[in-house]
């Protein structure tokens, strides 16, 4: 192979890297589903199991919503979970929430789920203005998770795109014994 077919293959991989999808599997001890996250997201795994990604232009995070049993608790919580992460855990300077709505996301494969959304705007540690979304759903167990995004308010639309279409991606974990 010539210098420059190995250069231009190089291209060619480091190019598609960004298209390759890492699957993330949430609870990491005990999992419930899996995601699908594109291969420019770089995740961690905090210790009280929440899940924080990093992407180009937005920040998106992953909690389970502990002692809630139903859409309606889901919903009454989903404010003082998103303050707390907010400006609690990512140092926000303040954090106003505009509303909650019912939704649902169309997943691959025809079903859909049933979520709530509650959107707002806040002031990060620098004072920058950051479009939040806090989706929550329930699993197949009946469990309740929260799926946040955070980008500029320019990037909002394209958050809110991205963001549906990773939970689209969601399957269900089978943990069956070996």
Same mark, same amino acid.
């Given at each position: &192979?010539?210098? @420059?077919?190995?250069?231009? +293959? /190089?291209?060619?991989?480091?190019?598609?890297? !960004?298209?390759? *999808?890492?699957?993330?599997?949430?609870?990491?001890?005990? $999992?419930?589903?899996? /995601?699908?996250?594109?291969?420019?997201?770089?995740? @961690?795994?905090?210790?009280?199991?929440?899940?924080?990604?990093? %992407?180009? @232009?937005?920040?998106?995070?992953?909690?389970? &919503?502990? %002692?809630?049993?139903?859409?309606?608790? +889901?919903?009454? #919580?989903?404010?003082?979970?998103?303050?707390?992460?907010?400006?609690?855990?990512?140092?926000?300077?303040?954090?106003?929430?505009?509303?909650? *709505?019912?939704?649902?996301?169309?997943?691959?494969?025809?079903?859909?789920?049933?979520?709530?959304? /509650?959107?707002? &705007?806040?002031?990060?540690?620098?004072?920058?203005?950051? !479009?939040?979304?806090a989706t929550a759903f329930s699993s197949e167990q009946e469990h309740y998770f929260v799926f946040f995004? $955070?980008?500029?308010?320019?990037?909002?639309?394209?958050? %809110?795109?991205? %963001? #549906?279409?990773? /939970?689209?991606?969601?399957?269900? *974990?089978?943990?069956?014994?070996?």
């Amino acid at each position: &192979m010539t210098g @420059k077919a190995i250069a231009l +293959a /190089l291209i060619a991989v480091t190019a598609s890297t !960004a298209l390759l *999808a890492n699957s993330i599997e949430y609870p990491p001890d005990n $999992a419930e589903f899996f /995601l699908q996250l594109s291969g420019d997201f770089k995740t @961690k795994t905090n210790p009280d199991g929440s899940l924080i990604g990093i %992407g180009p @232009k937005m920040v998106i995070a992953l909690s389970a &919503m502990s %002692g809630v049993k139903d859409a309606t608790a +889901a919903k009454a #919580r989903l404010p003082e979970l998103t303050r707390s992460l907010f400006t609690k855990t990512l140092l926000f300077q303040e954090l106003q929430v505009q509303g909650i *709505a019912d939704g649902t996301i169309a997943r691959e494969g025809g079903d859909g789920f049933a979520v709530k959304v /509650l959107t707002a &705007m806040g002031k990060n540690s620098d004072g920058r203005s950051v !479009a939040i979304t806090a989706t929550a759903f329930s699993s197949e167990q009946e469990h309740y998770f929260v799926f946040f995004t $955070a980008a500029r308010p320019e990037d909002k639309e394209e958050a %809110g795109k991205t %963001g #549906r279409e990773i /939970l689209a991606t969601m399957t269900t *974990a089978t943990n069956e014994e070996d």
